[in-house]
């Protein structure tokens, strides 16, 4: 069973929407996530971390943690064009040093 | 600069043939990871080097190999290639390997096993 589930598989938004992003882990023991963004032809590149419970934001990108429920979102306020991407969820357990991925999160954002 | 680079990007490689994959970061970071990804699937750690010990999963130490000659240099090593192995493998590096460290990713090299 995959450990860290991210919903839904893909999304579209228009250019300066707003794009909602989740991710669930199964394992009580992941207490360190991170939203990864992988461009077509790119590897993967680190978007922002989240350790605590709550919010944090850094510009456009919000993400939520809430350990209680094992829930991570991210939030992309007036997406534009080159977020269009794949995000990826990533978990680590305290202690691991393994990123546990999720599946991806496809966004495509139409101007 | 945060740049970890690969080679090649792209392989193709003969069903029982070796292949030998390299990955090269100049942060001085400690730990360098290999994760394989197929389509629809999530990344997937093969093994990772925090200094020069080597720490390889379970359920693939038979498959895969490394060697880590100095600090920037890692390579990732398939003895005898099968369909299986056809998939994107990614090179990461992280500064300690510590429970709050990022991991940064190179580009990648796309393997196709025929």
């Known amino acids: 069973q995959q450990k860290v589930q991210q919903s839904p598989e893909s999304l579209s938004v228009p250019e300066g929407g707003m794009a909602s992003l989740n991710c669930t882990s199964s394992?009580?023991?992941?207490?360190y996530f991170w939203w990864y963004r992988q461009h077509s032809g790119e590897g993967p590149k680190a978007l922002m971390?989240?350790?605590?419970?709550g919010d944090k934001k850094e510009g456009r990108f919000t993400a939520h943690l809430n350990k209680a429920s094992l829930h991570v979102s991210l939030h992309i306020r007036d997406s534009q064009p080159s977020d269009s991407a794949l995000y990826f969820c990533a978990a680590r357990e305290g202690g691991g040093r393994a990123l546990i991925f999720g599946t991806g999160t496809t966004v495509s954002v139409s101007p | 600069d945060t740049t970890v680079k690969q080679n090649p990007r792209y392989k193709l490689a003969r069903v029982g043939k070796p292949v030998n994959l390299i990955c090269s970061q100049t942060?001085?970071?400690?730990?360098m990871y290999w994760y394989q990804k197929k389509p629809n699937q999530a990344p997937k750690l093969l093994l990772f080097y925090y200094d020069k010990i080597l720490n390889r999963e379970a359920d693939t130490f038979e498959k895969f190999q490394s060697s880590r000659p100095n600090n920037s240099f890692c390579s990732l090593y398939i003895g005898s290639a099968g369909l299986e192995y056809s998939a994107m493998y990614l090179c990461?590096?992280?500064?300690?390997?510590?429970?709050?460290?990022?991991?940064?990713f190179g580009p990648g090299t796309r393997l196709l096993v025929l």
């Open positions: 394992d009580r023991n992941f207490q």
């Open positions: 942060m001085n970071h400690d730990t």
């Open positions: 971390s989240i350790f605590s419970d």
């Open positions: 990461a590096s992280s500064p300690t390997g510590g429970n709050q460290d990022t991991q940064y």
